[in-house]
């Protein structure tokens, strides 16, 4: 490999998430998602950005328990996990989200008291302020190269959207903006 190419392959693509592990949208969204982790790897880095809506009461616990899932190495393993338990998450609560982390072998004395002590509250708020702040109304809504696009509606078309954005900016001299 010659240097040109590591300087660009250095600095992935982001792709900002917008989710609420409530939402089934999010759920159905979920291929999307591992299609685009297979197709570009290492290239694209998906970040999960908090979203919980008022309508979905247990959303802005399972944004916390997912940044302790962040905390402990399995962000986007828990994220799913609890994604495909929507229906059940609603009626449970948090003593679901405390059962996925023990499924996944996570610390789960560690997500009780998380939750208890809410020290992950300021990054849920500070996602669900900056993505209020570009637009965001409801989940998914994925954020590339500056553009926003609303998954929440309908994911028709998205991952090719997204996957012609991460496209040119992997093109790009240096990779990303």
């Known amino acids: 490999m010659n240097d040109s190419t590591t300087d660009r392959t250095a600095t992935p693509v982001v792709l900002d998430v917008w989710c609420e592990l409530q939402c089934p949208d999010c759920h159905a969204a979920l291929d999307d998602l591992r299609a685009l982790r297979a197709r570009y790897g290492d290239r ?98 994925y954020v590339i190269g500056g553009e926003r696009l609303d998954g929440g509606k309908s994911q028709k078309g998205l991952r090719e959207r997204i996957e012609e954005i991460a496209d040119r900016l992997l093109a790009e001299p240096g990779g990303q903006l």
Do not use: N, S
Request: negative net charge.
């Open 44 to 141: 694209l880095e998906v970040r999960l950005r908090h979203f919980p809506l008022e309508k979905h009461k247990h959303a802005y616990a399972a944004a916390q328990a997912a940044e302790e899932a962040i905390a402990q190495g399995q962000g986007w393993p828990y994220a799913e996990a609890v994604l495909a338990r929507t229906e059940e998450l609603a009626a449970e609560g948090e003593p679901l989200l405390i059962g996925t982390a023990r499924e996944l072998g996570l610390d789960a004395e560690e997500f009780d008291t998380a939750l208890i002590d809410g020290r992950h509250l300021l990054i849920v708020d500070a996602d669900q302020a900056e993505g209020k702040a570009i637009g965001v109304t409801g989940t998914p809504t």
